[in-house]
């Protein structure tokens, strides 16, 4: 099971998820969290950045006197590890719980309806 992000490490991961480049350079994080509206002090994303790699997520390469930063985890195997944990912890593992409470809590416009709709029986022909 992959360790829970904070929200300000999540903020981080998807800047870097995001990142079209391959890995993301510290001076990048900087300017993207303040274009966000959510700037950072440098020692601060130090310390994110840090336990992030602590934690596996990220990979850090020194280039001179820079790090460079990969992600060691995709956004989607994140989101599924944490789309499990959540089932299992709130709905006891039902995937259907889940799906009904979307449903019956009118929590989907009908275009995302329909799309599930679709998806779900799609993946009953597959």
Same mark, same amino acid.
């Given at each position: 099971?992959?360790?829970?992000?904070?929200?300000?490490?999540?903020?981080?991961?998807?800047?870097?998820?995001?990142?079209?480049?391959?890995?993301?350079?510290?001076?990048? +994080?900087?300017? #993207?969290? !303040?274009? =966000?509206?959510?700037?950072? /002090?440098?020692?601060?994303?130090? @310390?994110?950045?840090?336990?992030?790699?602590?934690?596996?997520?990220?990979?850090?390469?020194?280039?001179?006197?820079?790090?460079?930063?990969?992600? +060691?985890?995709? #956004?989607? !195997?994140? =989101?599924?590890?944490?789309? /499990?944990?959540?089932?299992?912890? @709130?709905?006891?593992?039902?995937?259907?719980?889940?799906?009904?409470?979307?449903?019956?809590?009118?929590?989907?416009?009908?275009?995302?309806?329909?799309?599930?709709?679709?998806?779900?029986?799609?993946?009953?022909?597959?």
């Amino acid at each position: 099971m992959l360790q829970k992000l904070s929200d300000a490490e999540l903020e981080i991961m998807k800047i870097i998820w995001e990142n079209p480049e391959k890995t993301t350079l510290f001076s990048y +994080l900087m300017e #993207e969290l !303040a274009a =966000q509206g959510k700037p950072c /002090q440098k020692n601060t994303l130090i @310390v994110l950045l840090s336990r992030l790699v602590g934690k596996g997520y990220l990979g850090a390469t020194k280039i001179g006197r820079h790090n460079e930063y990969a992600p +060691l985890i995709s #956004e989607t !195997a994140y =989101q599924t590890a944490q789309t /499990q944990h959540f089932i299992d912890k @709130v709905y006891e593992g039902s995937v259907k719980g889940l799906v009904t409470n979307l449903i019956t809590g009118d929590m989907l416009t009908e275009e995302e309806y329909e799309e599930l709709r679709a998806l779900l029986e799609g993946g009953r022909r597959g």
